[in-house]
């Protein structure tokens, strides 16, 4: 098991720390989502757990990585919020801070990785502030987070930050490429706002409903939709995703009222509106970006109508085409 081809530089850097003996006891993982982090620190704990590391890769066939690979390594821990839970609940908490008290049982060290480090409640939180505070020689903690923002500044303080960026588009498309050759990479990876294993699984499940919904946006600019029906659509459920998409598509339109339709990314799109994009009204498209910001905010928060807020959308998109 290995770490992903952009995220070198931070294995490289944990692997000097390790040599040194200086590696951090509580290491926390940030950066956005569907970038590999929790791939790395599953990787990384392989790495650690390995009796005969080479190369600073784990060997894949010691007793260690054998018992990783079966899921049952007694000095790897791994909390994540139970199938269909939101929190990591301060019961297992305190099981693990209970647990950190032993001494690794047959690996050199004991790791124990916290996914999504911020789906722990305050007092989950507190409770693992105390091992922070006094950690146990030998005992590593991994904390994986999309939002670090979210945890408390006392957990924060007390980790190593180690950053995940999103990948460079050239290296992502490599990647997916190696994974399965698809011309359409680049496009789908603007979709899912550069995020490489977001793209994958949009790749495999998600490109019925991308086309579908993509249908109904060209649909309302040509005036042929049924905007209630749009906003009842848009607005049932992956709403992010949706005005993500929607974005993408209208940044493409607007882009094309520009600078022709040659400079847009969605080729499917610019053939269906081909007649239609030398109107469309730019003052409109750029209105509807600025409403997408302000829905992609609320949809966060969960503090609007948003099946009122995808209707307004939705005849501004159809008065931007007629
Ligand atoms: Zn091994």
Redesign the pocket.
Known sequence: MNCLPWQQEQWERLCSYQEKGRLPHAILLEGPRSTGKQTFARAFANYML????RNNE?????H??QLLKAGNHPDFVDMEPEEGGKTIKVDEIRAFVTSTALTPQIAACRITLISPAEAMNSAAANSLLKTLEEPNPGNHILLVSHAPWELPATIRSRCQHLMFPLPAKQEAIEWLTAQQPDDEWPGLLDCVRGAPLKALEFQQHGLDSYREEKRRFAALLSGKANLVEVGMAWSKDETGMIANWIYHWTLDLARANESGIMQMHDRELADWLKDLIPQLDSVKLFSVLDKLSSLQQGIRSRNLNVQMQFETLALELMEAGT
């Open positions: 390995c009796s005969s590391p784990p060997c894949g066939s010691c260690g990585c």
